[in-house]
């Protein structure tokens, strides 16, 4: 995950080893500190210029065979396909002695923040059962 923001600097990565422990910048720091994890989602909506273009020539290959409602039928392609929706997840963990780390990343890294945080708030299930999170599979 890519940290954006926190006590250990505005760049740099933060990775949950195996044992639950955060890999931060290089530095481990165990996962019993972690006091609190928050998250959010916020959803940016860009657009793509290549698609644009792409939906334009359609667009007006569409007029020239059809007339005016080809044209309004690819107005309407262009204004639904040309638009990249992306949504960019940011968590930030406290620790308990009040540093913080503010991270970005996907899908998969925020369900084991999830995992990570529930095995946590129960400490008797996590000596019982182990903690440990799936093995990296290359993307």
């Known amino acids: 995950m890519k940290i954006t923001a926190g006590s250990f600097g505005i760049d740099g990565t933060l990775e949950i080893l195996e044992n639950g422990d955060l890999l931060i910048n290089s530095r481990q720091i165990s996962s019993g500190n972690i006091e609190r994890v928050d998250s959010s989602a916020e959803f940016k909506k860009s657009l793509n210029w290549i698609w644009s273009i792409f939906f334009g020539l359609s667009t007006f290959i569409a007029t020239i065979l059809f007339g005016l409602v080809g044209f309004l039928i690819g107005l309407l392609i262009t204004a639904a396909g040309a638009y990249d929706n992306k949504k960019i997840r940011y968590a930030e963990i406290i620790f308990s002695d ?24 129960s400490p008797e299930h996590r000596v019982a059962a182990g903690f440990a999170l799936p093995k ?4």
């Open 98 to 121: 009040g540093k913080t780390v503010t991270v970005t990343g996907s899908k998969r890294d925020f369900d084991n923040i999830g995992r990570l945080y529930q095995m946590l708030s």
């Open 136 to 139: 990296k599979q290359a993307y």
